[in-house]
T-cell receptor
């Protein structure tokens, strides 16, 4: 059982380039989400999904795009990378969100630098 | 809306002494509360969670937290710090919505 798997772990991009951060989970979780972590800011929600075909915006969605074609995968796309998107990105998943207290599992993070 | 405030951005303790990491929450209804730990360059690991059962919650690695509704607090404690406890700790609240609201983190330093 691999849990939540993120790739790549490290990436350097040039301003204006696009790329996709991959996230996959093998726990049949309905809920998946992407967070970014910046120093002194905690984690902030970018986008989330409550099931295949359903996505919604979080707190900081601008500059990012997501899709959920399968239960297992939830890729995050940077459309035109900017230095402000330099951050550590975490993917997370959990069972039904309507049940409070379901443990949320995090991937190990993707370190992205935009130059 | 739900939010958490971690009262200390940095805490330093000596090995073998108690640890106290403070967290206050704001929620319009009974929240679910979590503590996560993040070691350098690693992902987040769940330490413990409160989901309206027992107010004293025991977690992994000897950590525990007490939910105090009257004080809107969920402080994390450990009787005796170990060098391996040095990490960033996040208090997190989850309400009826889908998002987790993270505190800004407390960096725990453990000195020999």
């Amino acid at each position: 059982n691999a849990g939540v798997t993120q790739t790549p772990k490290f990436q350097v991009l040039k301003t204006g380039q696009s790329m996709t951060l991959q996230c996959a989970q093998d726990m049949n979780h309905e809920y998946m989400s992407w967070y970014r972590q910046d120093p002194g800011m905690g984690l902030r929600l970018i986008h989330y999904s409550v099931g295949a075909g359903i996505t919604d915006q979080g707190e900081v969605p601008n500059g990012y795009n997501v899709s959920r074609s399968t239960t297992e995968d939830f890729p995050l796309r940077l459309l035109s990378a900017a230095p402000s998107q330099t951050s550590v990105y975490f993917c997370a998943s959990s069972l039904q969100t309507g049940i409070s207290g379901n443990t949320i599992y995090f991937g190990e993070g993707s370190w992205l630098t935009v130059v | 809306a739900q939010s958490v405030t971690q009262l200390d951005s940095h805490v330093s303790v000596s090995e073998g002494t108690p640890v106290l990491l403070r967290c206050n929450y704001s929620s319009s209804y009974s929240p679910s509360l979590f503590w996560y730990v993040q070691h350098p360059n690693k992902g987040l690991q769940l330490l413990l969670k409160y989901t309206s059962a027992a107010t004293l919650v025991k977690g992994i690695n000897g950590f525990e937290a007490e939910f105090k509704k009257s004080e809107t607090s969920f402080h994390l404690t450990k009787p005796s710090a170990h060098m391996s406890d040095a990490a960033e700790y996040f208090c997190v609240v989850k309400g009826a919505g889908y998002a987790l609201n993270f505190g800004k983190g407390t960096s725990l330093l453990v000195t020999p």
